[in-house]
């Protein structure tokens, strides 16, 4: 099976709040991109 390409925009409090969900579905999902406003946090 293929893994999901998860592209994610904004890298605030709330991506962090994701981040555990995130984790749980690492076996059919993976991180390829981020971005954010603030260039540190992205």
Known sequence: M???RLGIIGCGGMS???MG???HLS???EI???CDIVP???
């Open 2 to 4: 293929n893994k999901v």
């Open 16 to 18: 962090r709040a994701h």
């Open 27 to 29: 076996d059919r999902m």
């Open 21 to 23: 969900d995130f984790h």
């Open 32 to 34: 390829v991109a981020t």
């Open 40 to 42: 540190e946090r992205a």
